[in-house]
């Protein structure tokens, strides 16, 4: 019973905001969200190029209006000074809860500490706020890398010349990064020609340029560890162009709709990636949001499990995208994370 009452009230979430009511749902909701309309949250971005950013968007704006509640959106486009203003902004707004998606540490610790001081709810989303009452929504992204790395090396060997893509001081690549260094530890033939890595605007192409480089200089790398798949889209970019397919695999985390045509093209040097659906963990960076509002405890750390996906699976299945994989993979619907029994769910 407890599943379907929370799959019907999914369903009238979802059906209700869409008429701008909410009104249906609020007898059954917890205080403040009783009072359909009445909860301001902003979601504080500082990454947003790239599929895995609009899914993550889509996933916000959907369990946003499945609970009845006014969503405001502030996208700094990597301009860290930028995301800490708006949270001030924010603040100003009155808002009651504000999840932070990504950013650096540095810039967004104070800030974060300031909506926490003015008695307003956070919650963040792959950044290290480093504040205790802020609750870290994940993917688990060490395990990302390591899943990755495992399939590494179950295609390769334990012997390989590497290229590395890496921006030091995000908080996911950082998790990631982890698991780089522990194989490498574990794996001494494995050895690292090069590194690489920007977040400069437009991603796969600027990391493109850099991994195009580092091909001419190290010919003879042949594996690509690139955890994030906006790196890799630009590694394989340059290998396509260097005419390296049948030389050269791509290992990486995250995946879209675009990402699944990628790994699928014939000869595809990307070889897998590992991935939560970004749209579910936009979902339940929402979902425990709400619980903190409604005086639960969502705990320090909401993970979310990812899944391998490698391109011989996505060939077996023909999975053309995100649809398709949802379907043969049930976790990329939906995770049962940060799910009471009052939470109205997006419907399905």
């Known amino acids: 019973m407890k599943l379907l009452r929370r799959n019907v009230l999914g369903l009238i979430g979802g059906a209700a905001t869409a008429l701008g009511a909410g009104a249906a749902l609020s007898a059954d909701m917890p205080a403040p969200f009783d009072n359909a309309g009445d909860v301001k949250i902003a979601l504080v971005r500082y990454l947003s190029t790239g599929d895995f950013f609009q899914a993550y968007l889509s996933g916000v704006e959907t369990q946003a209006a499945a609970l009845g509640v006014d969503l405001r959106v502030f996208d700094s486009r990597q301009d860290a000074a930028l995301q800490s203003d708006m949270v001030d902004q924010a603040i100003a707004l009155g808002v009651d809860g504000i999840v932070i998606q990504h950013g650096l540490t540095e810039s967004m610790k104070d800030a974060a500490q300031r909506a926490v001081d003015a008695g307003i709810k956070v919650v963040a989303f792959d950044v290290n706020v480093e504040n205790a009452a802020i609750p870290q929504i994940e993917q688990s992204d060490y395990l990302l890398g390591k899943l990755a790395l495992e399939q590494a090396l179950e295609d390769n060997g ?18 990631r990064h982890v698991a780089w260094e522990e194989v490498k530890a574990a794996n001494p033939n494995i050895v690292e020609k090069v590194v690489i890595g920007t977040l400069d605007n437009p991603i796969a192409n600027s990391n493109a340029n850099q991994a195009r480089a580092a091909l001419q200089a190290n010919p003879n790398i042949n594996v690509f560890f690139a955890p994030y798949d906006e790196f890799a889209k630009g590694v394989k970019i340059a290998v396509d162009e260097a005419g390296m397919t049948d030389q050269v695999s791509i290992y990486s985390a995250d995946v879209s709709t675009a990402d699944i045509a990628a790994m699928r093209e014939p000869g595809s040097a990307w070889k897998a990636t590992v991935a939560t659906n970004p749209a579910v963990v936009g979902e339940v960076s929402v979902r425990a949001l ?15 499990p990812p899944t391998l996906i490698t391109q011989s699976f996505l060939n077996d299945k023909d999975i053309k995208n995100m649809g398709d994989l949802a379907a043969n993979m049930p976790q990329f619907a939906h995770a049962d994370v940060a799910t009471p029994d009052w939470m109205p769910l997006p419907a399905r």
């Open 290 to 304: 709400a619980m903190l509002l409604a005086g639960e405890d969502p705990g320090d750390s909401v993970i979310v």
């Open 158 to 175: 334990s012997t390989w010349e590497a290229g590395y893509v890496y921006v030091p001081g995000i908080a996911p690549l950082d998790r």
